[in-house]
């Protein structure tokens, strides 16, 4: 959800800078900053589970 908020207001500044906006040029530039510092962490886990001892987890990938 914060991604299409930070890329609505990316969008909309281009927009608005074009037409000589200086403040949606700034909105801009801080919302792709952000975006960029959010991209940074890597990925997310999908999923995650603490295994007991002995316990094991298969991980197939069927291409296609």
Known sequence: MIGRLLDFFILR????????????????AAAWLWRRARGRRG???????ELGPGQSVLIVHEGG
């Open 43 to 49: 990925p997310h886990p999908v999923w995650t589970e």
């Open 13 to 28: 500044a281009w927009r608005k800078a074009r037409e000589g906006s200086g403040a949606w040029m700034a909105v801009g």
